[in-house]
Structure formats: C-alpha cells, structure tokens
C-alpha cells in the first residue's frame, strides 16, 4: 500500500487548509498528528465507504474527513485552525483484519503510513 500526503503548509489562526492522502487502494484511512517534543495523537478515521468517521475532540466540530472512492482519495478539511493544531499531519492505512472501532485512536494499529505533511499556524 502506497500513500501520499499533501496539502500542508502555513496559515494564520482561524484560517483552513485541506489535506489530502492519496492511496494506491480503497481502506479505511485514519489521520494522525505529531507536534515538536509531543507523542503521535489521533485526529480522524473514517470507513473505506464513508459511512463512519470519528474525530478527536481536540478537533471535533472543526475538522471534517472524506473520501473520494474515485481516487482513492481522503481529504482532511480543517477549518478555524488554531496555533496548537501546528504538527506533522500523517494519514495512515488500516488493512484487513481492520481494527475495532474502540482501537482506531491507537497509532500502533495501522499498518502504512504516509510520508507527513506540515502544517503551521502562525501569524
């Protein structure tokens, strides 16, 4: 499985940007975040169809995750940036057996990762 992250960059606070991690096949796909000196954090999952995603609070009601199945394509839109959502933003792969939906926030589970993408709020 390949991955391929882009779309990171700078941006002022309250600004959005769009992330997106395009895959060699359709799975279901989580994002995960590391900023300097902190551990791996989960941001969002969602279903190889769609039809669930789940989103940390940190970034709930902010961040919205979808796919295009067409592409194989997942995009990670994010809205009302603030200055702690700066990190390293790596989309990840989860393949057969997947994992529980109980485990999605566990990096470990994941098999393939993508190469991050950096994403900088700043004025």
């Known amino acids: 499985v390949q991955l391929q992250a882009s779309g990171g960059g700078l941006v002022q606070p309250g600004g959005s940007l769009t992330l997106s991690c395009a895959a060699s096949?359709?799975?279901?796909m989580g994002w995960f975040r590391q900023a300097p000196g902190k551990e791996r954090e989960f941001v969002a999952y969602i279903r190889q169809y769609g039809t669930n995603t789940a989103y940390a609070d940190s970034v709930k009601g902010r961040f919205t995750l979808s796919r295009d199945n067409a592409k194989n394509t997942v995009n990670l839109q994010m809205n009302s940036l603030k200055p702690e959502d700066t990190a390293i933003y790596y989309c990840?792969?989860?393949?057969?057996?997947?994992?529980?939906?109980?485990?999605?926030?566990?990096?470990?589970?994941?098999?393939?990762w993508g190469q991050g993408t950096l994403v900088t709020v700043s004025s």
């Open positions: 096949e359709r799975l279901p």
């Open positions: 990840a792969a989860d393949t057969p057996p997947f994992i529980i939906w109980s485990n999605i926030r566990f990096a470990r589970g994941y098999d393939y």
